[in-house]
């Protein structure tokens, strides 16, 4: 693991391998908050399409989760704390240039506090 970017790609590949997002979705996903235009090799029709089907899914993520939520099977405070949890992802991610924090980040303790918090927060 001396490569940098290697921690913060091994933590990302994990995190989309666990999620109900592909990689091209995720990328479409980006981008269309970052205000760019459909990816190159990508008819117009299939980028919006996916585009269409990202969004519904990213809807239905947050109505599944106020629905657990409201009949119990996910603790009440089972959003702030995955939003803290997120906001420590993001800084990880974004400190990718970071030779200091990159170099200290253990991936597997990192998994291993992400695996335990989803199971807290979980009732199930």
Do not use: H, W
């Not at 970052?34 to 990202?54: D, F, H, L, M, T």
């Not at 809807?59 to 997120?86: C, D, N, P, R």
């Amino acid at each position: 693991m001396s490569d940098r970017g290697s921690n913060s790609s091994t933590l990302y590949a994990y995190l989309l391998a666990n999620s109900l997002f592909t990689p091209r979705q995720l990328s479409i996903i980006s981008k269309q908050l970052q205000g760019g235009g459909k990816p190159e090799k990508i008819s117009s029709g299939a980028y919006y399409r996916q585009v269409k089907q990202c969004r519904k899914k990213v809807i239905s993520i947050l109505y599944s989760m106020m629905l657990l939520q409201s009949m119990g099977f996910v603790q009440s405070e089972a959003l702030a704390t995955l939003s803290k949890l997120a906001e420590q992802l993001a800084v990880i991610f974004a400190s990718e240039s970071s030779s200091d924090v990159m170099s200290r980040l253990n991936v597997e303790d990192v998994i291993s506090v992400i695996n335990e918090v989803i199971k807290r927060v979980s009732k199930l």
